[in-house]
């Protein structure tokens, strides 16, 4: 009996390790033309020109999504004080200046594939004016005339909410759901 047993215990152990406690998402939405499903119990706002603002309930985690044309981004737009490598790099770093964050650290740009959609994410850290720090990761590719850009990160002024795995499993969760319309 014992001999059963092992093999039946191991396998359900390697069963809830790889099934994961994703974040419940719910119903898709529609907003402007990017769908995409959110997690359960966070805020959705918009801003009614393309941004897509969303929220954990404590406000610590956030996912922020724009869908531009192209030709909103001119070859100057890039932020070479930063370390910006394409002009799309500027919304991210212009997004965390005006919010009052500054000592920006970027790891490396790297590839991102998501099925037909290929472009380029990068992680940071950086800290508000009062010591609050803040990480996350953005990401930006194109959708035919159009680019979609990304943004997740965790502020812990008073919660224990990290980037990684709190923030980064919403993130991807979020982002992994979007579509077009059209496409």
Not at 67 to 80: G, H, K, Q, S
Not at 84 to 98: H, K, M, S, T
Request: glycine share 12%; aromatic share 14%.
């Amino acid at each position: 009996m014992k001999k059963l047993l092992f093999p039946v215990f191991i396998f359900a152990i390697l069963l809830s390790a790889c099934s994961g406690a994703g974040p419940r998402l719910t119903a898709r939405q529609q907003i402007g033309d990017v769908s995409f499903q959110s997690v359960e119990g966070y805020s959705v706002e918009t801003d009614g020109e393309g941004g897509i603002f969303i929220g954990s309930p404590d406000a610590e985690i956030s996912v922020m999504m724009i869908y531009l044309p192209n030709d909103y981004f001119d070859p100057r737009m890039i932020p070479t004080m930063v370390g910006g490598e394409y002009p799309e790099e500027v919304i991210p770093f212009d997004i965390l200046v005006f919010l009052g964050f500054g000592n920006i650290q970027l790891e490396p740009i790297h590839r991102f594939r998501d099925g037909e959609y290929a472009g380029y994410s990068r992680s940071f850290t950086s800290s508000s004016d009062g010591g609050d720090p803040i990480e996350g990761e953005y990401l930006f590719y194109t959708v035919g005339d159009h680019t979609f850009i990304a943004m997740g990160s965790v502020v812990r002024v008073e919660g224990d909410n990290r980037w990684d795995p709190q923030g980064k499993t919403a993130y991807d969760a979020i982002v992994e759901s979007v579509q077009f319309a059209g496409n």
